[in-house]
């Protein structure tokens, strides 16, 4: 009898494997050693960048409800004429995330449009009271009435609760969002969440974390169970970045926010990254359950912050290793690669899991130049392409149907953009794209012959996969030097691939606008001559001069746009003209981020305008 059963065993494990390998979208291609490549195309980097814009297309294309809304907006997950399911937890935080980055990497200035939609409407259908007991923070789901998208309370456990960590989430995001639109009300909702996650942080201890996972805004209670580990999470690198980028800001209450921070960095090296307890995630799970999004998000933190500790690489790829050993999947063994189980209490490999492990893998590679673990973090990327249908459609696993608007978009995207970032090499070779900014990157445009693009600081650094060897770099039209090696001050330096396309590093320690240009016709000329092109002062409040020289051969037209293009005034400088300051009023524009855009004939310069007051 028991020969029968470990014979039914080994045949039920060796049909789920077979049956594993071949749930995703698409029939399962090889090498030649037998190990998983991407289903699209061999070259890894053209494969991560299809995946990637048929999900963005997906999701830009799905169609409005019945209450005028986007299906995500009031659904966590996809069916066709959707079905008013509710949100996830942490549906726009991770939306919003994914798009800031793709924008830079792609241009795309609908993402822009989608993300102003998903915080605007949030934001004005979230917010817990001023007079509540956890003040000005968001409530995650549409419980109350699922078919509306008004939110006001938790998945679970109803109207009025609410999770304090994508609290956390949502305000980091917003904080890029204003970097990027210069909008204040998305600066001025991140600083009241800021407020009230610093005034009610805990320490914390071994079984409660700084913030219970879910609470009673309005009354602060925090609902009791057998099982404490319910309200137990390490989800805290959001609210870490969000009180970080604050104080550098110097806006809020800073001292407050230095305070509560190192309460949760005290509480991570004391409490999760020595029992690696790091606590529950998901909104629809009804127990206690160790995520893998906690764990490897804080590693990738601890990667970017090599002050987190004298011993910080280590505990990065202790939370690494440990992800490995608790949450590795070994049904896709033969295929040579290792699957990401999205939690402990529910073991199903997730596309964004697996993606977002590999992504920090290749972070600890290049923190650390250990890339022993490089030829495996690309397969799991690779295999994690197989989610991604034709029409853009991704699973949540090759092994459930759910298509997720958290897992398969928000969380799916950024993950090949930070894998891309850490390893430029898996960048695709075809096309030009921005893969990192030390900073945020709040305007860019990529043009046959040159890309130009602003920084919300005006230090920072950036890395972007080319073409080609571009011809010069100019930071605010001035141009910089190249260098061959390490950047240590103002320059730029140039990788050569195989293929001619290579890695450019920019650095810039004192301009916001840079420019990248491929041949003499750069956004500085007009009409074949040259022109610098620059606005005083800069944020500008009243009045903002427009200062170019030129001897111009046609009419130059002047025209002021918001971030996403629309025109909003307009002048024109006559044929002829040598060199021209142009004073133009702009009392009438809110406070903000604007472009302005010169041309002539059939070329063009851009540059971006800040208005503060």
Known sequence: MKKIYLFSFIFSATFFISQAQLNGYHPIQKDTAGNIMPWYNPNHGSSYNDAINRVWNFWKNLPLNGNGHKYYMTDHSYSPGGSSN??????FAMALSSWTLFYAYSGDTDLVKDMVYIADHYL???????????????????????TKAVYDGDYILGVGFTQPDKAGSIGAELVNLYKITGRQKYLDAAVKIANTLAVKVQPGDSTHSPYAFKLNAVTGVVPTYSNPGFMYTGNVVPTMRLFEDLSKMQLGNTVQY???????????????????NWGCFFEDIAFPSNTE?????????????PNWSATWQQDARNILDWTLTA????????????GIYEQSIDLYEGG??????????????EKTTDTSRNIQSQRQLDWATYVVDFDGKCLFSPRRSAIWYTDGYGDYVRHY???????????????NHLLRSSSVVSYIKYEPHEINYSTYDAAATEIL?????????KVNGIEISETVSALNTDGWRWITYQNGSGVLEVRHDNGKQVDIIWDGAGVENISGNAMLFELYPNPASDIVQITFAANNQEEIKIDITDILGKKLKGFTIAAGSNGAVESIRIEDLKAGSYLVRLSSGNTQAVRKLTIAR
Not at 134 to 140: D, E, K, S, V
Not at 465 to 473: A, E, G, M, Q
């Open 327 to 338: 949450l590795g999947s070994h049904n896709y063994d033969t295929l040579g690669v290792t």
């Open 86 to 91: 509710k949100v996830g937890g942490d549906q």
């Open 124 to 146: 004005d259908n979230s917010m817990s009271l001023p007079t509540d007991s956890w003040p000005n923070i968001p409530y995650p789901c549409n419980i109350g009435d699922p």
């Open 465 to 473: 996969r080319l073409t080609s060897k571009p011809l010069k770099v």
């Open 258 to 276: 230095d305070t509560a921070y190192n309460v949760i960095k005290r509480w991570v090296q004391n409490c999760p990254q020595k029992t690696n």
């Open 293 to 305: 999004t906690n764990a490897v998000t804080m590693a990738m933190y601890i990667l970017e912050h």
């Open 417 to 431: 953009l930070r894998a891309m970032a850490a390893a430029p090499y898996l960048a695709p070779d075809s096309a």
């Open 352 to 365: 964004s899991h697996t993606s977002r492990f590999a992504a920090t893998e290749l972070l600890y590679a």
